[in-house]
């Protein structure tokens, strides 16, 4: 059986203008989609068959990755279950000119091995930690695994009612939503005909962005994205809709919700894939943080919403601080 380390996957990108979002630096979504890329790898590899992306930590880009720059993505398995394998994956930032690194980010992905028919099927390797310190990777992973079971859990039982139902809300103001609709071509899949989830992901930010630049008729720049559960895959020729609307603005920083949903064009089946909370920074022409227009919830829904931003502002507070100081003592 494999070490964690021995499951370990690279993935090197070099930051081209293509792949920027704001001036300088790359795209948020772009970023997510490498992600997947490098999680789906280190995942496929252990399990010996295809894999599907059902469930996502969150993730805050604690540093932007420039133009210029070179994005290393090492993603390693940190934990098998019966179908499932989840996969850490860490981002640094590399300065080509000094050799100089940073982490950009921490992310944690769920894949569930499938068949031709799209269900899980046994991943039949397992991994054995080598030492205490991977020991500690497997329990981290399990502890995460529970939280997901529960967060899964009250989202399924509130779906008709939650905020996933609020982003159709006829009271949220035109200017304060935003939708595109696109078909999904052959060429977006990576196993047989299911959409590979880095190419919905990256959609996704963009219409989140879209969003956010015109409300702040600015740059906007992707500071994380909240855990987020996959409740049905998307195929080709079937069309995919994203829909966005603002739930909290503070001072230089705003919430969008995007909801994801696919649709069977020749039936009008119409599925929900998945739902999304992301933060935007806007920039100034410095690329600095910068105010954002003021917005104050004048209806019922709206104000429903902009509570729940809150608790989930507080809890990514948090999370970041938490990171940082986890960070900081590797380094010590």
């Keep these: 059986m494999p070490s964690i380390a021995e499951t370990t996957v690279e993935m090197i990108e070099w930051v081209f203008p293509e792949h920027a979002g704001g001036p300088g630096q790359i795209h948020g979504g772009r970023m997510m989609e490498w992600i997947t890329k490098a999680g789906t790898l280190a995942a496929s590899r252990v399990a ?26 090492r993603a390693r398995v940190e934990e098998v279950g019966t179908s499932s394998l989840e996969v850490g994956v860490r981002v640094f930032a590399e ?22 028919d799209v269900r899980p099927r046994p991943v039949d390797a397992k991994i054995q930690p080598r030492d205490a310190a991977e020991s500690a990777l ?21 779906l008709s009612e939650s905020v996933e139902a609020d982003l159709d809300a006829g009271d949220v103001d035109m200017g304060l939503r935003f939708e595109s609709t696109r078909s999904v071509l052959p060429e977006d899949a990576l196993f047989g005909n299911t959409m590979f989830v880095g190419k919905m ?48 603005v503070g001072t230089s920083s705003l919430e969008v919700g995007v909801k994801v ?23 100034g022409p410095d ?24 608790g989930r502002r507080a809890e990514r507070l948090e999370r970041v601080k938490e990171l940082k100081a986890m960070l900081l003592n590797e380094r010590g």
């Design 261 to 283: 949903l696919a649709e069977v064009p020749w039936s009008g089946e119409v599925r929900h894939a998945c739902t999304a909370f992301l933060s935007f920074v806007h920039l």
């Design 201 to 248: 992901l990256m959609a996704l930010d963009e219409a989140g962005g879209i969003l956010s630049m015109r409300y702040c008729k600015g740059l906007v720049m992707t500071a994380c994205v909240d855990a987020m559960d996959f409740y049905s895959p998307i195929f080709t020729h079937e069309v995919v809709t994203f829909k966005a609307g603002l739930n909290h």
């Design 287 to 310: 690329l600095r943080p910068r105010p954002c227009p003021p917005y104050t919830p004048t209806t019922a829904g709206a104000r429903r919403r902009w509570e729940a931003a809150l």
């Design 48 to 73: 010996r068959g295809t894999v599907v992306l059902g469930a996502m930590d969150d993730i805050d880009f604690l540093h932007p990755v420039k133009v210029g720059q070179i994005a290393i993505l």
């Design 95 to 116: 300065d080509v000119l000094t050799g100089g690194r940073r982490v950009t980010l921490n992310s944690h992905l769920v894949f569930v091995k499938v068949g031709e």
């Design 138 to 158: 497997v329990e981290a992973a399990r502890a995460r695994r529970a939280q997901r079971l529960v967060r899964f859990a009250q989202r399924a039982a509130r």
